[in-house]
Antibody, heavy 121, light 109 residues
């Protein structure tokens, strides 16, 4: 079945880096755009990034641009999120999700269960 | 950037009630809007895409409408499993820039 499994979360000190991974299965990964979305404890959803199916196009909101980098390895069916200069306010559940559109970015039709990142000294 | 608002922030209704949630965009987004359900402790789930299209497998008691700046998600007959938080999300903004609404929490009386 279609599945996304995130990993790489944990406790990290402010200013440090962390790389999240998302393993995809059950669909043709190299034909799908992919997103990262996060949710701080008790808060709403925040879109973080999208990457095109071939990895050439990447987009971010201003809140994380320059600190977070999305990438993918289609040979491994895996999506990544490199997070640098982490702040307390980056503490959240991080979800990867599949883009449902073809050729542009509309929304997410498949979601992983998330991985927790806690930024704390 | 396009801002999204939702109302009410929360609601409590009985099983069988008709429930409506509204979402407003800060500028015209045509029909470029999705709705998601997030049950407690779970990942979000796509319910409605392109403002009014029901995602495969979603019960027909869910419906979406609206265009431009004002949108509505309606649950025609609330069920216990509909407990959770509902989010709208726009995809009109460029370069692209996706934005979620703040969410509406639905409780069962």
């Amino acid at each position: 079945q279609v599945q996304l499994v995130e990993s790489g979360g944990g406790v990290v000190q402010p200013g440090r880096s962390l790389r999240l991974s998302c393993a995809a299965s059950g669909f043709t990964f190299n034909t799908s755009g992919m997103h990262w979305v996060r949710q701080a404890p008790g808060k709403g959803l925040e879109w973080l990034s999208v990457i095109s199916s071939d990895g050439t196009n990447k987009h971010y909101p201003g809140s994380v641009k320059g600190r977070f980098t999305i990438s993918r390895d289609n040979s491994k069916n895996t999506l990544y999120l490199q997070m640098n200069s982490l702040r307390i306010e980056d503490t959240a559940m991080y979800y990867c999700a599949r883009e449902y559109g073809n050729g542009w970015y509309f929304g997410m039709d498949v979601w992983g269960q998330g991985t927790t990142v806690i930024v704390s000294s | 950037d396009i801002q999204m608002t939702q109302s009410p922030p929360s609601l409590s209704a009985s099983v069988g009630d008709r429930v409506s949630i509204t979402c407003q965009a800060s500028q015209d987004i045509s029909y470029f809007l999705n709705w998601y359900q997030q049950r407690p402790g779970k990942a979000p789930k796509l319910l409605i895409y392109d403002a009014s299209n029901l995602e495969t497998g979603v019960p027909p008691r869910f419906s979406g409408g609206g265009s431009g700046t004002d949108f509505t998600l309606t649950i025609s007959s609330l069920q216990p499993e509909d407990l959770g938080t509902y989010y709208c999300q726009q995809y009109s903004d460029l370069p692209p820039l996706l934005t979620f609404g703040p969410g509406t929490r639905v409780e069962i009386k």
